[in-house]
């Protein structure tokens, strides 16, 4: 932005201009330049890890439904519902399915090469928020 801002003759596009053209003329160039360098749109994050396949979020979808059930009946068998779809689901996100490997192998280099854990994260976060992973599931 800066080169784009510095590229322009102010003498020249300026001469023989009032005060409020100069503005204008400058408000104009700030204005090419910002849509040219600065994105319009906030990208977010997605609040679901690239490893949350759709079984995984169907299996964290029975397990709040079933708290709420265990919650409203307060019964054996809805205590043992929720158990088992706490177990589900804590299983199946703690599995490390194929997918995770060639979601590492696409990773660029100084991410993959972080000397601390949280340098890695903050790395990974940034790539993320850049280039979204698929969450699709096969």
């Known amino acids: 932005m800066k080169e784009?801002?510095?590229s322009y003759n102010y003498e020249v596009l300026m001469n023989n201009k009032n005060a409020e053209e100069c503005y204008m003329i400058l408000k104009d160039k700030i204005a090419t330049a910002t849509d040219h360098?600065?994105?319009?749109?906030?990208?977010?994050?997605?609040n679901n890890p690239p490893w949350f396949s759709q079984e995984i979020k169907r299996l964290i979808n029975a397990r709040q439904h079933s708290y709420r059930r265990l919650k409203r009946y307060r019964t054996e068998p809805h205590r043992?519902?929720?158990?088992?779809?706490?177990?589900?689901?804590?299983?199946?996100?703690?599995?490390?399915?194929?997918k995770i490997?060639?979601?590492?192998?696409?990773?660029?280099?100084?991410?993959?090469?972080?000397?601390?854990?949280?340098?890695?994260?903050?790395?990974?976060d940034k790539f993320w928020i850049m280039n979204p992973p698929s969450t699709t599931s096969h």
């Open 101 to 124: 490997a060639a979601t590492w192998n696409q990773l660029p280099e100084n991410i993959v090469s972080a000397a601390t854990v949280n340098t890695f994260k903050n790395r990974l």
């Open 4 to 6: 784009e801002l510095g």
């Open 80 to 98: 043992q519902e929720h158990i088992h779809a706490c177990r589900a689901t804590s299983q199946a996100m703690n599995f490390f399915p194929v």
């Open 37 to 46: 360098h600065i994105p319009r749109k906030r990208i977010r994050p997605t």
